[in-house]
DNA sequence: GATGGGCCTTCCAGTAGATGGAGGGTCAAC
DNA sequence: GTTGACCCTCCATCTACTGGAAGGCCCATC
């Protein structure tokens, strides 16, 4: 199966698939011409990688557990912990962000919109620390 | 003043003063040796970059925002506008990561997390799209 | 005046995770 | 035989910095 087949069934881009080649998280075969030739295997170890960092694992991370679930000694702790600590990191943007939205939400709001110059959009921004 | 007293007083580090030059956020005056030489209003526009930073916005959008704040004729719906496109961006990573979060909170309940190799976690990464 | 430490400067490289494009090979169809 | 759609590699680009090397400046101390 070339690329483009591949990419259509795993669900992700070419040129990102060449990529993960790049970085060692597949490695297909090659055809007389040069050309990749994607196995079923390949293609599973594709969805896995879209599926992994759609739910926001780091490539490394990817790779470890890419590594776990090929390795049939593994203990589903070593996954579970690697998903908790990813699990942190995803609270703590979560924090950042909702505290986020709650500030810009809050100017917006007390922001008219208007022609007028007047902004405490702006007017926040420029705040200066201590007054 | 030099860039390290500025970085302490506006909340940044020096390499990130210098790369705000480099860019042309700001043009700090220099000194007769080549220092840079930041004056309260270049101390005021670093403030001002770091607050709009950290509420998220593009370097380009305080790049705008810094314009609208010196142009007097300005007309603060131009400002509301930035900051709502600015939100419904917020408002889209929420989303995405609180749909992450969910996904993952409820694979590692599922996962016993002992030294068995089952493992629900790696189980889902590993579902092929249609069965 | 030599030396040391702590600044400052510029420039280059690297980070994450792709993505875009140039330049060129391959292959099937018309 | 020549389009057009693929494929290949390699390099550049994106965001927003950050780290480090190599070298200059300034002040204090011996």
Chains 1, 2 share one sequence.
Do not use: W
Request: net charge neutral.
């Amino acid at each position: 199966m070339n690329i483009s087949e591949a990419g259509r069934r795993a669900g992700l881009p070419p040129k990102t698939i060449r990529f993960y080649e790049d970085i060692g998280l597949i490695a297909p075969a090659r055809m007389d011409n040069g050309y990749r030739d994607f196995s079923e295997e390949d293609l599973h170890r594709l969805a896995f990688l879209r599926r992994a960092r759609a739910l926001g694992f780091t490539v490394e991370e990817c790779r470890q557990l890419l590594g776990l679930y090929h390795d049939k000694t593994r203990s589903s702790a070593d996954v579970k912990r690697l998903a908790r600590e990813h699990l942190q990191r995803v609270d703590v943007q979560l924090a950042e962000l909702e505290q986020m939205r709650a500030t810009l939400a809050h100017l917006i709001d007390a922001c008219s919109g208007d022609q007028s110059p007047n902004c405490p959009i702006l007017a926040d921004l420029s705040q200066t620390p201590k007054g």
